[in-house]
């Protein structure tokens, strides 16, 4: 069973974050801290205590930003430190980078992504950027030596070497291809770091591409499906209404424990279910669908893999799962916020 830990969810809707503490099969939320406004993704780190959130411009006079908040572990506070502005737009994920000293982050409103350095919980001024249609995420390898940028509207993943200046240097030829039209959206790295796997939006993939781990450079392995057949979606598209047109919508991908599975969520049919990964590393097709929150965007995995908790953009609350293999079994619903759409571990 999971220790108990504390648990982060953004609620768009109400321009928040809870923080709960998960104890064994209960979640108690502790704080809420509001005025966040749309805030939809957010960066934990850890040992210094810190949460860098993601947030839209309040007024013409507030543009959107990264706000930097201290995290209380006993109480679960979040207590506002900085804001750094994005006058380009806001962002769509965080990733933290070289033990909390560096920042990446990736927009899908205004097609960019940078990397800045922190101190003592302040971002300071790009020092790379990139730029490539709806950016939809970002993660660097575990040594801080590489990112990836995955874009949704370019369909691709970006590859770069991260500078000891924090500077971003093109791989190879500084992409690596996803099929067209399959609107790449978000990535997870296995523990070897020598495998990433990309969620697709429109497709309903999960893609397999094979990593060198010492020039950083991606490679298209393998594929498999992510969508229940039965539920009979059509292709999504950029622009489409996927309610209206009853069309592929997926979204989050996370691993299980040992990494056997990869967990994935789907918003038109709000499921979640999990696609076998070989030990070779290619990845096979789901093979169930479990019912889970409405319109399930976001949702996390506990350290130990035994937890996971969803979240839903058309409810208020958030779902906590028991899980065995493939298997989810329902503990709880706790009530979270309206538009909850990120869940992070703490």
Same mark, same amino acid.
């Given at each position: 069973?999971?220790? $108990?830990?504390?648990?982060?969810?953004?609620?768009?809707?109400?321009?928040?974050?809870?923080?709960?503490?998960l104890?064994?099969?209960?979640l108690? &939320?502790?704080?809420?801290?509001?005025?966040l406004?749309?805030?939809?993704?957010?960066?934990?780190?850890?040992e &210094?205590g810190?949460?860098?959130a993601? %947030?839209?411009?309040?007024?013409?006079d507030?543009?959107?930003?990264?706000?930097?908040?201290?995290l209380? &572990?006993?109480?679960?506070?979040l207590?506002?430190r900085?804001r750094?502005?994005?006058?380009?737009?806001?962002?769509?994920?965080?990733?933290l980078?070289?033990?909390?000293?560096?920042?990446?982050?990736a927009?899908? *409103?205004?097609?960019?992504?940078?990397?800045?350095?922190?101190?003592?919980?302040?971002?300071?001024?790009?020092?790379?950027?990139?730029?490539?249609?709806?950016?939809?995420?970002?993660?660097?390898?575990s040594?801080?030596?590489?990112?990836?940028?995955? $874009?949704?509207?370019?369909?691709?993943?970006?590859q770069?070497?991260?500078?000891?200046?924090?500077?971003?240097? +093109?791989?190879g030829?500084?992409? =690596?291809?996803?099929?067209?039209g399959?609107?790449?959206?978000?990535? %997870?790295?296995?523990?070897?770091?020598?495998?990433?796997?990309?969620?697709?939006?429109?497709?309903?993939?999960?893609?397999?591409?094979?990593r #060198? =781990?010492?020039?950083?450079?991606?490679e298209?392995?393998?594929?498999a499906?992510?969508?229940?057949?039965? !539920?009979?979606l059509?292709?999504?598209?950029?622009? *489409?209404?996927?309610v209206?047109?009853?069309?592929? @919508?997926?979204?989050?991908?996370?691993?299980?424990?040992?990494?056997?599975?990869l @967990?994935i969520s789907? &918003?038109s049919?709000?499921?979640l279910?999990?696609a +076998?990964? !070989?030990?070779?590393?290619?990845v096979? #097709?789901? *093979?169930?669908?479990?019912p889970?929150?409405p319109? +399930?965007?976001?949702?996390?995995l506990?350290?130990?893999? #035994?937890?996971?908790?969803?979240?839903?953009?058309?409810?208020?609350?958030?779902?906590?799962?028991? %899980? #065995?293999?493939a298997?989810?079994?329902?503990?709880?619903?706790?009530?979270?916020?309206?538009g909850?759409?990120?869940?992070?571990?703490?």
């Amino acid at each position: 069973m999971t220790d $108990s830990s504390l648990v982060l969810v953004a609620n768009a809707g109400d321009s928040s974050i809870s923080v709960f503490r998960l104890d064994g099969d209960a979640l108690e &939320r502790l704080f809420v801290a509001d005025g966040l406004t749309g805030t939809g993704t957010f960066a934990i780190d850890r040992e &210094r205590g810190l949460v860098y959130a993601g %947030v839209k411009g309040a007024t013409s006079d507030e543009p959107a930003a990264i706000v930097t908040l201290s995290l209380d &572990r006993a109480t679960g506070e979040l207590t506002p430190r900085s804001r750094f502005a994005l006058p380009d737009g806001s962002v769509s994920y965080i990733a933290l980078a070289r033990g909390g000293t560096a920042l990446l982050a990736a927009s899908y *409103g205004g097609d960019y992504g940078f990397v800045a350095p922190i101190s003592d919980g302040a971002i300071g001024e790009p020092t790379g950027r990139v730029e490539f249609s709806k950016l939809h995420s970002v993660l660097p390898s575990s040594d801080g030596r590489f990112a990836y940028f995955v $874009s949704l509207g370019d369909d691709l993943v970006g590859q770069f070497e991260l500078g000891d200046d924090l500077t971003l240097t +093109p791989v190879g030829p500084g992409t =690596a291809a996803a099929p067209a039209g399959s609107g790449p959206r978000h990535l %997870v790295l296995n523990s070897a770091e020598d495998a990433v796997y990309v969620m697709t939006e429109y497709s309903g993939e999960v893609l397999h591409y094979v990593r #060198d =781990a010492a020039t950083g450079g991606l490679e298209l392995r393998s594929r498999a499906n992510a969508v229940d057949p039965a !539920a009979g979606l059509v292709r999504g598209e950029i622009g *489409g209404d996927p309610v209206a047109n009853h069309a592929v @919508w997926g979204a989050d991908i996370h691993f299980g424990a040992d990494e056997r599975y990869l @967990w994935i969520s789907e &918003r038109s049919t709000s499921t979640l279910g999990a696609a +076998p990964v !070989a030990e070779d590393g290619t990845v096979q #097709d789901v *093979g169930s669908f479990i019912p889970t929150e409405p319109q +399930p965007r976001g949702f996390a995995l506990s350290p130990a893999g #035994d937890r996971l908790i969803a979240a839903g953009e058309k409810s208020r609350t958030v779902s906590l799962y028991a %899980v #065995d293999g493939a298997e989810l079994t329902l503990l709880e619903q706790a009530e979270t916020g309206a538009g909850a759409n990120w869940v992070r571990f703490a």
